[in-house]
């Protein structure tokens, strides 16, 4: 299908880039190209003929600039379908000629919030070019103009092109307006209307399984992954390092001094405390190692070059921490396909956002309650030398899926139950994990134990202290259980389910 010729184009940037190169183009081309205020003098400085937007318009710019391409001169030429008669009756008799392609793109809104940078004009050439895009080009970025030159040059600007650049005209005014809704809005944790802008940062290989789709979007602003976070070496993340990555960062963040944690499939399989990183990771692996083979490897503090031969002696996917000494990374980069993420710790997860088909659900992030908040309601209270090891097993059961209980001891996860059905199944997967390291062990919760079976499951192989969040119906026979078996019971008063 042939497509449409340009004989008139409008030029109106915030973004200057490439904008010469394009009207020159345009000019080669027999195109006339009208522009207004800042791009008109960047044109004319650069010796491109342009026919300036007050001489079709008939009137200067306005109101500091406030005003200068909404004219029905431009805005119907921009508009009308020249199929139409009435349209082209009224061309006729305003002495108004049309345009085939709008150039705009607007003023960046997003670095510099405020009224002066709402851009009104921009919008509504862009909107009008989007919705007359059988007859008119919408562009509105410079990395379309190569694309659309070689199409002019080629016999015009095809229905299929006209019809996404409109389509990507429509999405950046969008983004624009939810950005000026955002900032103009009062603070609110859920909002109503939720706006929200992504932009996909890149493809993914594929989506969790080899037959799905998979991409990385980041909000409006940048976001996280795809501005702050580093990948030093390897191969490109997969939608699942993606998922496993941002489960081992969010629970090394909340580990305190230096930590490490080891996730698999979104859960906790090996957390350790040390003195230095070498000595937490050697902690953590301990844990459950037949699971951390493989898996997502996280510290809270730089890697270096100790660390960094351990990991060189075992198997796993990806490596994130604050910082990769330069000795470390030398070290690592004997193993090239190894995924090395430098990321920030210190990240704020304002929203959690999951898709509920069409739907979506909305939470503000879960918080672990500190310490100071448990109340100890057996008859005997956690030794002092428990409860770093309680602290510990508490953050990771709140970092696993629910049904979860993680047991601990020495500074070190030595089993992880999680997303079991049942509060006592998860208690006997920790059991078995765990093996004869649970006698001596503490134990965390993530929900209330509905029945004292999980106390008397952990009793029964020497656990001697328990922290969960209480609030069950039983909690006295919960209680006395952990009474009956000499056990220290703590409550926390904040559950920490995870689905």
């Known amino acids: 299908m042939a497509g449409v010729g340009v004989q008139r184009a409008l030029l109106s940037v915030s973004d200057k880039t490439a904008i010469v190169d394009l009207a ?5 081309l027999g195109v006339e190209v009208v522009s207004s205020g800042g791009t008109a003098g960047v044109l004319t400085e650069a010796g491109v003929e342009v026919t300036q937007v007050e001489k079709v318009t008939g009137f200067p710019e306005m109101l500091g600039g406030r005003v200068k391409t909404l004219h029905p001169r ?17 061309l006729h008799r305003f002495g108004i000629d049309p345009f085939q392609l709008v150039v705009c793109n607007l003023y960046p809104f997003g670095d510099a919030p405020e009224v002066e940078q709402i851009d009104v004009g921009g919008v509504a050439l862009l909107r009008a070019a989007a919705k007359n895009h059988e007859h008119v080009a919408a562009v509105s970025s410079p990395s379309q103009y190569a694309e659309v030159i070689e199409a002019l040059k080629s016999g015009g600007l095809h229905r299929e092109l006209r019809r996404r650049l409109a389509a990507e005209a429509f999405a950046h005014t969008a983004q624009y307006d939810a950005a000026i809704a955002r900032w103009i809005s009062p603070p609110r944790t859920l909002p109503d209307p939720f706006v929200l802008t992504l932009h996909r940062r890149g493809m993914t290989r594929y989506g969790e399984n080899p037959h799905q789709q998979g991409a990385l979007y980041a909000p409006e602003g940048g976001g996280f992954w795809g501005t702050s976070v580093r990948l030093l070496q390897g191969k490109p993340m997969s939608f699942n390092n993606y998922a496993d990555a941002e489960a081992a960062l969010r629970l090394a963040a909340d580990l305190e001094g230096s930590g490490c944690a080891i996730i698999k499939h979104a859960n906790p399989c090996g957390v350790g405390l040390g003195s230095n990183p070498a000595e937490a990771f050697a902690r953590a692996w301990e844990g459950d190692p037949l699971s951390a083979f493989g898996g997502v490897v996280a510290f809270s503090q730089p890697v270096d070059a100790a660390v960094a031969l351990d990991l060189c002696k075992v198997f796993v996917e990806v490596i994130v921490a604050p910082q990769v000494e330069p000795e470390a990374a030398e070290i690592l980069s004997r193993k090239p396909n190894l995924r090395i993420l430098e990321t920030p710790l210190d990240w704020e997860m304002e929203l959690q956002i999951r898709s509920l088909g069409p739907d979506f659900l909305v939470q503000t992030p879960d918080r672990a ?5 448990w109340q100890v309601v057996s008859q005997v209270a956690p030794e002092p030398r428990h409860l770093s090891d309680l602290r510990l097993a508490w953050v990771v059961a709140s970092h696993a899926k629910s049904n979860a209980v993680v047991l601990c001891t020495d500074g070190r996860s030595v089993g992880v139950g999680a997303g079991d059905q049942s509060r006592v199944g998860a208690a006997e997967r920790a059991i078995s994990t765990a093996g004869p390291r649970a006698a001596g062990a503490v134990a965390a ?9 999980g106390i008397d499951a952990l009793a029964s192989v020497g656990v001697v202290a328990v922290v969960s969040p209480g609030g069950s119906m039983r909690d006295d026979q919960v209680v006395a259980a952990a009474d009956q078996h000499g056990m220290a019971l703590v409550l926390a008063g904040r559950r920490h389910f995870r689905h």
């Not at 020159?24 to 080669?28: F, I, K, S, Y």
């Not at 379908?81 to 009756?89: K, L, N, S």
């Not at 919760?445 to 079976?453: E, H």
């Open 24 to 28: 020159r183009a345009l000019g080669d």
């Open 74 to 90: 431009i805005h119907g030429g921009i508009l009308a379908d020249p199929e139409d008669p009435t349209h082209h009756r009224d």
């Open 369 to 373: 309650v500190a310490p100071k908040d």
């Open 445 to 453: 919760s993530d929900g209330f134990f509905p029945f004292r079976d």
